[in-house]
């Protein structure tokens, strides 16, 4: 069964903790994606892959880092340097330049 | 870079009326326009896509209109249903870059 899986579903993170968010796919895909979605903003690029071992910032890559060490795994890690990470977090692959596939998402609270 | 204008950001409709939801683009070299739907607390999942060298596409109940002239597109939902109720959200790439979204509309449909 193919697709994209994030995980966790849901998050919590203290004030000043590191986390790291998984996204995997079994797509074969080369680029893979992450976005941020708060409420009206629609999505925003934190950070995105197009081949192994090789990643570049989106719009918003402050506070945030990622690894693509292998094809199908794009971990992103939010870091204390994030001063607002409460969001909804969205992983996507893409076996082009162009459709994007999503994965069901990670809600991130901090408490 | 591209920057994607969607309107309006809500929409109610009754069961059975047509839907229709617009976008805007600033980069005339953009090539590629998907439509997504999110379900609340889900992925966005692909629902319908244009290629800039098509003018229309529809598959059963949606359809896509593209205008490279004006640059705008649009979504287009007949006989609504209840299940249609979600919000719904606009992109365009431009060759090699990132897709770009739009804020997403919500749609609700009343039985």
């Known amino acids: 069964d193919g697709g994209i899986t994030q995980s966790p579903k849901y998050l919590f993170r203290k004030e000043g903790q590191n986390v790291t968010l998984s996204c995997e796919q079994n797509l074969n895909h080369d680029a893979m994606y992450w976005y941020r979605q708060d409420p009206g903003q629609g999505l925003r690029l934190i950070y995105y892959?197009?081949?192994?071992?090789?990643?570049q910032k989106g719009d918003i890559a402050e506070g945030y880092s990622v690894s693509r060490e292998k094809k199908e795994s794009f971990p992103l890690t939010v870091t204390s340097a994030q001063k607002n990470p409460t969001a909804f977090y969205l992983c996507?692959?893409?076996?082009?330049?162009?459709?994007?596939?999503f994965g069901q998402g990670t809600r991130l609270t901090v408490v | 870079g591209e920057n994607v204008e969607q309107h309006p950001s809500t929409l109610s409709v009754q069961e059975g009326d047509s839907a229709v939801i617009k976008c805007t683009y600033s980069d005339s070299a953009s090539n590629y326009f998907p439509w997504y739907k999110q379900e609340l607390g889900k992925g966005p999942q692909l629902i319908i896509d244009?290629?800039?060298?098509?003018g229309e596409k529809k598959d059963q109940r949606i359809a896509v209109t593209l205008n490279k002239t004006a640059k705008h597109f649009s979504l287009h939902i007949t006989e609504t249903q209840p299940e249609d109720s979600a919000v719904y959200f606009c992109?365009?790439?431009?060759?090699?870059?990132?897709?770009?979204f739009g804020k997403g509309t919500m749609l609700l449909v009343s039985p």
């Open positions: 892959s197009q081949i192994v071992n090789d990643f």
């Open positions: 244009i290629r800039s060298n098509v």
């Open positions: 996507a692959s893409s076996p082009g330049q162009d459709e994007a596939f």
């Open positions: 992109a365009a790439i431009t060759g090699y870059s990132t897709l770009t």
